[in-house]
C-alpha cells in the first residue's frame, strides 16, 4: 500500500456521518472476470493492460510486474481476499 496522507480527526467524522446516513459508500473495485463471477486463481489486480494504461502507468510486461501490482492495486473481490490464506 502506498503512503497516503493521515486523515485529520474533523475528516474522520465527516466520512463515518456520511457512510451512516447513505451519503457515501465504499465500492472496491474488481477485475473484469471477477465483475461477472469468473474468479480468477490466486492473487491479482482489478487492472489489465487498458486500465493500467489509462491510469497513466507503465503496462506491466513481466510476472513479476503484475504481481507487484495485484498488491499495490488488488481487485476488491472476496476471491482476491481469500487468495492469500493458506489452505
Known amino acids: 500500500m502506498t503512503d497516503q496522507p493521515k486523515l485529520t480527526a474533523e475528516e474522520a467524522r465527516e466520512i463515518v456521518k456520511a457512510l451512516r446516513i447513505g451519503d457515501a459508500i465504499f465500492c472496491y473495485a474488481k477485475c473484469w472476470p471477477c465483475q461477472f ?3 480468477i486463481e490466486g ?3 482489478w487492472m489489465d493492460d487498458e ?3 489509462h491510469a497513466g502507468l507503465t503496462v ?3 510476472a513479476e510486474q503484475w504481481a507487484a501490482l495485484a498488491v499495490e492495486k488488488p481487485c476488491g473481490c472476496h476471491c ?3 487468495a492469500g ?3
Do not use: I, L, V, Y
Request: charged share 30%; hydrophobic share 10%.
Open 80 to 82: 482476491n481476499q481469500r
Open 51 to 53: 486500465d493500467a494504461a
Open 85 to 87: 490464506e493458506p489452505s
Open 60 to 62: 506491466p510486461k513481466t
Open 37 to 39: 463471477g469468473d474468479c
Open 43 to 45: 492473487p491479482h489486480t
